[in-house]
C-alpha cells in the first residue's frame, strides 16, 4: 500500500496544484526509510536542468528556428527584380501599412485622413528600433518578423521548464518555430503583427500555468502583464484571452474550487480584459496587488469570490464580448452580403473573398499546423497524453481550439494550435523513450530521429515556399515617380489590395487598404475601376471629395451613397447610377485623383467585380461577366493553343467542351518606341464576346462587352482613354498610371 501512495506522492511533487503540496508533505511522513530512498532517487531523476543548459537549449531553438528562415533570403538574394534600396523587399501587404506608421512617426508626417498606422504598437516598436539599430529601414522591416516570431521559443521552453519536461520542450520548439503555418506568418519578410501574435498569448499561458504552480501572490501581475501586452500588439486577441479566462474558471471550479489562489489569478485575468482606460485599470490593478499582500491574512474566499463577480461584471458592461460576438459572426456566421450601419444598402461582404476565412480540407490543416498528417495525429496523441499527465494543461484548450475552428473558418486560425501541439509531440517523444528504452545512448538517438521525422516535412515546406515581393523593383519604380508628381493631399483610386503599398512608396491618400474595404467601402472604388470611363470618374470624384467633407464634418460622415442620394435629391441606388453614366455637376475638387492599374489585377477582376455588379436592396449579385484569362502554348495557322485546354480556332472558342463565337478578335502589341499599338477584326458582330491577344504578354483575355468596356480594361489594355476625362501620366507595360481631370 506505500508503494502505491509512493508513486502518487512523486507525481504530484511534480505536478502539484496549489493545495496538493500540503497533502503531499503529511503522506510523506508516513514513508519508511527505504521508501524514501527510493524517492531521492527518483527526485534527483527528474530535476529540472541546471538554468545555464536551459538557457542554451532555449537558445540553439532560437537560432534553429532563424537559420531555417534565411532560406528564403538566399534563394532571392541575386534576384534585381525583387530588391530596392539595396535590400530585399518585404512580401506581405499589410506589411506597407505598419511600414507607413512606422516611416511617419520618424519623419513627423501625417496628415488627418491619411490613415496612417502611427499609433500601432508594431509601428512604434519599429520606429523605436530604427533609431536604436545601426541597420537601414529596409533591413530592418525585412528581418524584424524572424527575430521576433523565432521568440515562439522562449514561451514553448518556460511551459516545459515549468513541467519539468525541458528535452520534450526543446524537441517542440524545434518543431514550433519552423512549423508550416507558424512559418508562413513569421517568415523573412513577412513584417505583420503576426510576428507576436501567437508568442504573447502563449506567454500569458506560461505566465498562468508558472503562477499557479509557484502559489504565491508576487507572480499574479506576471499574468495580467503578459495578458495586457498581448491585448495591445494585437487587439483580436482580446477573444482569445477572454476564452482563456473562462477556461481557468472551469478548470478552478472542477479541480480547485476551495483554491483562493486561483481565484486570484482570475481576478487579475479579469480585470486586465475590462474595457476601461489604461491607466485606469493599471492603476486599479497594482493597488489590488498590493492591497492582498499587505492585507494578506484577512483576504477571504468570499471577497476575492466578489472581485470576480464585479470584474466579470465589468466586462459585460463595458462591452468586453463584443470583439468575441463580432469575430464568431464574421467567421463563422458569414453571409454572403453585409449592411452598413445607417443604410438599408446590401453589400458585398469581404469575408468571401479572403482565402485564409474560408473552410479547409483536413490534409491542409494538418499541414499547416504540424508539417504533414502522421506528425499530427501523433501530436495529438502527444497532446491528450500532456492533458492527462498534467491537467493544468487544461488552460492551453483555448489555443488549441482557436486552432481546430481553422476547419470551419479558414487557414489563419491553424497557427494558434502551432505551440501547443509542437509541444505535445516533444513530450510524447521523451515520454516514450523514457519510459520504454533503457540505455541511455539509445533513447538520444531514438529522440534524435523523431526529431528529424517532425521537423524535415516542415523543412521541405520552407524550401518549397518561395514567396515574391510584394512589389517588384519596376513598380516601385512607377510609384516613386508618382510620389514626385503627386502631392500628399492626392489620392490614388486602386483595389486595396495595392493601398498600403502606395501610399508607403508614393506618399499619397488612397480610398481602400487592406484594413478599410468593407462592402460599402470598396462599392465605390470597384464601380470606378470596372464602369464605363464616365460614370467611373463621376464616382471618383464624389467618393474622394465626399470622403474630405466626412473628415471635416460630422455630417456627411455614414454610408456614402446614402449622403450622395440625400444631396442629388435621388430616391433609388438604381436612378443614382443612371445619374453618374452622363456628365453631372459634382463637387469642387479639391486635389488630384490618379488611377494606379497594374497588370496584375488581371489575377482578380472577377473578385473586384463581386462588389459593384450587385443589387443593393437584396445583396444579391447580377449575373457575371465572361472573363478567362490564359497563356499562349502554341499558334498555329488561325488555331491558338491556350491553357487550359482552352482553343481558339477560327471564329471561336473551344472550351470545356463547348464551342463560343468570338464577337470581335484585337491584338495588342508594343513598337520599338514603346507605343502601344492594337489591331481590331469584327468577326461575328451577334457575339458579345471578345478576345484580346496580348503578343508582347504571351496571354489571351477572354470576356464579354461589359468587362471590355470598364476603365481598367480600356485604360490600361486598350490605352483608350476619354481625353475629356483622363490623361496618362505614366504608361509602363507591368503598371500605368492616369490622372482624372474632372
Not at 519536461?165 to 508550416?180: C, N, Q, T
Not at 486577441?237 to 482570475?266: C, E, G, P, Q
Not at 499541414?367 to 491537467?391: C, E
Not at 477572354?702 to 490605352?719: A, G, H, K, P, V
Request: net charge positive; hydrophobic share 45%; glycine share 6%.
Amino acid at each position: 500500500m506505500q508503494k502505491r501512495v509512493l508513486r502518487v506522492d512523486i507525481y504530484n511533487l511534480f505536478n502539484y496544484d496549489g493545495e496538493d503540496i500540503e497533502r503531499v508533505t503529511k503522506l510523506n511522513q508516513k514513508l519508511d526509510i527505504i521508501a524514501l530512498k527510493k524517492f531521492l532517487g527518483k527526485y534527483m531523476k527528474n530535476q529540472r536542468l541546471p538554468i545555464k543548459s536551459f538557457i542554451l537549449l532555449t537558445l540553439l531553438a532560437y537560432i534553429f528556428s532563424i537559420s531555417v528562415r534565411t532560406i528564403w533570403v538566399y534563394q532571392f538574394k541575386d534576384v534585381d527584380g525583387f530588391r530596392w534600396n539595396g535590400q530585399l523587399m518585404i512580401n506581405t501587404n499589410d506589411g506597407y501599412g505598419y511600414a507607413e506608421g512606422a516611416r511617419d512617426i520618424l519623419t513627423g508626417t501625417h496628415q488627418k485622413g491619411d490613415f496612417s498606422y502611427i499609433d500601432t504598437p508594431l509601428s512604434k516598436v519599429t520606429a523605436i528600433l530604427a533609431e536604436t539599430l545601426p541597420i537601414s529601414f529596409e533591413t530592418l522591416i525585412l528581418w524584424l518578423p524572424a527575430f521576433f516570431g523565432s521568440l515562439i521559443v522562449l514561451p514553448i521552453m518556460l511551459i516545459a521548464r515549468t513541467l519539468n519536461m525541458e528535452y520534450g520542450g526543446f524537441i517542440g520548439s524545434l518543431l514550433g518555430g519552423v512549423a508550416w503555418s507558424y512559418y508562413n506568418r513569421t517568415m523573412v519578410g513577412y513584417y505583420d503583427t503576426d510576428m507576436l501574435t501567437i508568442v504573447l498569448p502563449t506567454l500569458t499561458l506560461w505566465a498562468t500555468i508558472f503562477t499557479i504552480k509557484m502559489g504565491k501572490d508576487r507572480y499574479l501581475l506576471l499574468v495580467s502583464l503578459f495578458m495586457a501586452v498581448s491585448n495591445w500588439w494585437y487587439f483580436q486577441n482580446y477573444s482569445l484571452s477572454l476564452a482563456m479566462a473562462v477556461i481557468l474558471l472551469i478548470y478552478t471550479l472542477i479541480f480547485h474550487r476551495r483554491d483562493i489562489f486561483l481565484y486570484k489569478i482570475l481576478a487579475f485575468m479579469l480585470l486586465s480584459l475590462a474595457k476601461v482606460a489604461i491607466l485606469i485599470k493599471a492603476t486599479i490593478i497594482v493597488i489590488l496587488f498590493f492591497a492582498l499582500q499587505i492585507f494578506r491574512d484577512r483576504v477571504s474566499i468570499k471577497l476575492v469570490l466578489s472581485l470576480v463577480a464585479i470584474s466579470f461584471l465589468v466586462i459585460l458592461i463595458t462591452g468586453g464580448f463584443d470583439p468575441v460576438i463580432a469575430r464568431v459572426d464574421a467567421y463563422i456566421f458569414r453571409e454572403g452580403s453585409s449592411s452598413s450601419d445607417d443604410s438599408s444598402f446590401r453589400y458585398y461582404s469581404v469575408v468571401n473573398t479572403v482565402r485564409e476565412a474560408g473552410e479547409i480540407p483536413f490534409k491542409i490543416f494538418a499541414n499547416r499546423i504540424s508539417g504533414d498528417r502522421v506528425t499530427f495525429i501523433v501530436a495529438l496523441i502527444g497532446y491528450l497524453l500532456l492533458l492527462f499527465k498534467n491537467r493544468v494543461m487544461l488552460l492551453s484548450l483555448p489555443l488549441v481550439g482557436l486552432g481546430f475552428i481553422a476547419l470551419n473558418a479558414g487557414l489563419r486560425f491553424t497557427v494558434y494550435a502551432v505551440p501547443i501541439l509542437a509541444l505535445s509531440i516533444g513530450y510524447l517523444i521523451i515520454y516514450i523513450a523514457d519510459r520504454y528504452i533503457k540505455m541511455a545512448k539509445f533513447r538520444v538517438l531514438f529522440s534524435a530521429i523523431a526529431t528529424i521525422a517532425i521537423v524535415t516535412p516542415n523543412i521541405i515546406h520552407v524550401v518549397d515556399y518561395r514567396v515574391p515581393s510584394v512589389f517588384t523593383k519596376d513598380e516601385v519604380k512607377v510609384l516613386d515617380r508618382l510620389k514626385n508628381i503627386a502631392s500628399r493631399e492626392d489620392y490614388v483610386v486602386a483595389w486595396w489590395d495595392y493601398g498600403y503599398p502606395i501610399r508607403y512608396y508614393s506618399d499619397v491618400k488612397t480610398l481602400v487598404d487592406g484594413a478599410r474595404h468593407s462592402g460599402n467601402i470598396n462599392f465605390p472604388v470597384s464601380f470606378s475601376l470596372l464602369k464605363n470611363q464616365q460614370a467611373s470618374a463621376n464616382m471618383a470624384r464624389l467618393n474622394v471629395e465626399y470622403r474630405e467633407k466626412s473628415l471635416r464634418d460630422v455630417n456627411y460622415s455614414g454610408d456614402f451613397l446614402k449622403r450622395v442620394m440625400r444631396d442629388y435629391n435621388v430616391s433609388s441606388p438604381t436612378k443614382l447610377m443612371s445619374l453618374l453614366n452622363s456628365p453631372m455637376e459634382l463637387p469642387e475638387k479639391s486635389r488630384d485623383i490618379y488611377y494606379y492599374l497594374p497588370i496584375k489585377m488581371l489575377d482578380i477582376l472577377p473578385t473586384i467585380d463581386l462588389f459593384s455588379n450587385i443589387n443593393l436592396k437584396t445583396g444579391k449579385n447580377y449575373s457575371s461577366s465572361i472573363f478567362i484569362k490564359a497563356w499562349i502554348l502554341d499558334i498555329k495557322g488561325s488555331t491558338i493553343e491556350l491553357s487550359n485546354g482552352i482553343k481558339i480556332k477560327g471564329s471561336y472558342i473551344y472550351i470545356n467542351g463547348r464551342r463560343l463565337p468570338i464577337g470581335e478578335f484585337i491584338i495588342t502589341k508594343y513598337s520599338k518606341s514603346g507605343e502601344l499599338k492594337s489591331e481590331r477584326e469584327v468577326v461575328n458582330i451577334a457575339s458579345n464576346i471578345k478576345v484580346i491577344l496580348m503578343r508582347d504578354y504571351h496571354k489571351v483575355l477572354i470576356m464579354d462587352n461589359r468587362l471590355f468596356n470598364s476603365t481598367y480594361i480600356q485604360l490600361f489594355i486598350m490605352e483608350n482613354y476619354d481625353p475629356n476625362l483622363f490623361e496618362p501620366v505614366i504608361l509602363t507595360p507591368i503598371t500605368k498610371v492616369y490622372r482624372l481631370k474632372i
